[in-house]
């Protein structure tokens, strides 16, 4: 008995895994603490009120795979010397055991965030923004990163953008402004024509950026930037700063925050331990794509191990990130952080096609992830 594979949070990461397991006829177990599995930018979907809460949910109870086993409970406990996981249910041993814990908000870490200002980054959040933003009509919104890193870089700049777009719909855009403060020198460091392209939107649109500064602090009505300035708002738009989930830094797995791991391999210093996806220090962005391209290298390790067959290449740090810029265009960077000695990110400028293939990376992975396997389709590769 050597084939205990424990995967634990089914987000990108463990989702893509678990589907290319039961696609290899090795059984696996998946953990996830809560009932359905939502796509980051589906946040945005829901705080524009371009769709419901309900519409984005993808329920957990709807996976049909062979040999996957899909269990709604809670880590409560990681031992990753024994490979043993405790959850509020009982404990699972592993002979293979995969953290897919992803990236938390620490609200508390930005003193007043909670009571002065709103978040999008949760679906709870983006859900409450759809009621405030639609009656948002006259004074001046923020959208503010409180840290780096932060989840999905283009999504604030995506917010802000779509932002304009809801209030020139409502026609009250005059009556409005609209910042935007960033951590980061600039919105897509790694693609200088992304980050181009959305400076220029920003300027189109009358909307101030703030580069190289973070939110440290709200008062009513008062957002303090960590350079101690202070910028006054009637709407607070936030990026919580992100932390890995409380099981994971009482696991003593983490090391500044995040899970170290091998870029190459995923593996951690722990034998038959990986981590994949955001609660990691990889190299790469903290975003779906490379969460689960990360998971796919880790899958096929443990597919030529448990039953044979080549080894993979090592993990390339590759996968392509879909930018909204409102008025129903979409843009897309590809990334490429680990397969030379330089970052580069290629980006592809905004088009209704891409708007297509966006629906389309969402539609496929529902498909590939929670269908059956005759009506899965195949993997498009991205
Ligand atoms: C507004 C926004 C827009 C985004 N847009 C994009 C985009 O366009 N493209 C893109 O690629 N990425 C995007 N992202 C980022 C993307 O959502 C994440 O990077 C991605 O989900 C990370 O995958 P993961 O598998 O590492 O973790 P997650 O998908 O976060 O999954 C982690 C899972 O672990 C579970 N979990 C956590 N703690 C416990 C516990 N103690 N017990 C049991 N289960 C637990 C959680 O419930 C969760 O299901 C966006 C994010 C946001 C917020």
């Known amino acids: 008995m050597n084939e205990r594979v424990l995967v634990l949070g089914a987000g990108f990461g463990g989702l893509e895994l678990s589907t290319m397991l039961s696609e290899a006829g090795v059984e696996v177990t998946l953990i996830d603490c809560s009932d359905a599995f939502v796509f980051g930018y589906s946040k945005l979907d829901v705080m524009f009120g371009r769709t419901s809460r309900e519409a984005v949910r993808l329920p957990y109870d709807e996976i049909a795979k062979p040999g996957l086993r899909m269990l709604r409970e809670t880590v409560t406990g990681i031992d990753p010397h024994a490979r043993r996981v405790t959850t509020d249910a009982g404990v699972h041993e592993a002979d293979h055991l995969v953290i897919a814990l992803g990236a938390g908000y620490d609200l508390a870490a930005t003193p007043g965030l909670a009571e002065h200002g709103e978040e999008f980054y949760s679906v709870a959040g983006a859900e409450r923004l759809a009621g405030i933003i639609g009656s948002f009509s006259q004074g001046h919104a923020i959208v503010g990163v409180c840290g780096a890193p ?110 170290p791991v091998d870029s190459a391999t995923l593996k951690t210093r722990f034998p038959g331990v990986h981590a994949v996806g955001d609660v990691t220090t990889a190299g790469v962005p903290k975003a779906g794509v490379f969460a689960e391209g990360a998971a796919r290298v880790v899958a096929q390790q443990l597919i030529a191990e448990l039953r044979g067959g080549e080894q993979p290449g090592r993990y390339l740090g590759q996968g392509s990130c879909y930018v909204e810029f409102g008025d129903g265009r979409v843009a897309r960077v590809d990334i490429d952080f680990l397969s030379g000695a330089k970052k580069t990110g290629t980006f592809r400028a905004p088009s209704t096609e891409l708007a297509e293939e966006k629906e389309h990376f969402g539609s496929s992975r529902r498909a590939r992830w929670f269908a059956a396997p005759a009506a899965a389709t195949l993997h498009d590769g991205e």
């Open 150 to 259: 932060f989840k999905c870089p283009p999504a604030p700049s995506e917010c802000a953008l779509l932002l304009h777009d809801a209030l020139t719909k409502r026609g009250v855009r005059d009556a409005c402004e609209i910042s935007f403060v960033i951590p980061l020198p600039r919105p897509v460091p790694p693609s200088p024509e992304a980050s181009d392209a959305l400076e220029n939107a920003f300027a189109e649109r009358d909307i101030r950026l703030v580069t190289g500064r973070r939110i440290t602090s709200l008062e009513p009505g008062v957002a303090r930037l960590d350079d101690g300035s202070r910028m006054q708002f009637d709407l607070f738009l936030g990026v919580p700063r992100h932390r890995a989930p409380d099981v994971v830094i009482e696991s003593g797995m983490a090391e500044d925050g995040y899970i």
